[in-house]
Structure formats: structure tokens, C-alpha cells
């Protein structure tokens, strides 16, 4: 007789833990990062190269100077003219980049358009900085 309801909480605890693992599909804020990267590259598409020095991460920041930066990023993206359309194609969640310190980053593609190039692939990467804020720690346009 008290196997009924003892077999009836088990499978009450199961379905709630179903549920309750639902929607845990990405271990990390991914609006928090989005949002980041949005902001970063609005002030990459508005020539505030300094400012996008200024709110990276602290490894961007230790691994180039705001000087080659701003040299750099000019480089790069002042003969595609400005931003027609930018969609997210990709992101993925990582604990390990190539030549960065482990810790907690989302790859994003997307892609792009410009006035002086009809298609690119910006690839940008977000990661967890030490106080706890998504801040971006790399920008790779091709």
C-alpha cells in the first residue's frame, strides 16, 4: 500500500526536475553578452575607437594600447564605409580560446554589409571579465 504514494513522489520529483532543467541550455548570460558586443560594435561603427579601447576587457587591453588599437581598428574598417546590415549568425559558448587565459566567452559571427564591402563575416568575442561584466575581448572581420 505505501509503495503507491512513494512511487507517485519519485515520479513528481522526476518531472520536476525535467522542468526544472529546461531552458538551461546556455550556462551564461547570453543577453548580458549580446548586448556587449552590440554596444562595442556601435562604437566601432561610429569611429569611437578610443571608447571601444576604453569598455574592452582587460586582457584586450593588455594585449594591445589604445594607440595601436585605434591605428588598427581605422586600418581595418574605415574602406568598408559604413554598416548596411548586421545579422547574428552564430554564437557559441567557450572555456578555452587559443592563446587567451581560460575563463568564460561567446564567439558570435555575424553577418555583415558594408557601403564598400556587400559581405563580411565579423567575428566578435564577449568574454566574463573579473568584475563580473561581459566586455569584449576580440574582433576579427573578414
Known sequence: MLRMPILHLLMATLVLTILSCQGETEPYNSDSASLSATKWLELIDSQNYKKSWETASIAFQNQIGVDD?????????????????????????KTSLPEAPDGEYVVMEFTSSFTNKKSAIETITPMLDEDGQWRVAGYYIR
Not at 574602406?79 to 547574428?88: A, C, D, M
Open 69 to 93: 588599437w585605434i591605428s588598427t581598428a581605422m586600418t581595418a574598417r574605415e574602406p568598408l564605409g559604413k554598416v548596411i546590415s548586421r545579422e547574428l549568425t552564430n554564437q557559441t559558448y
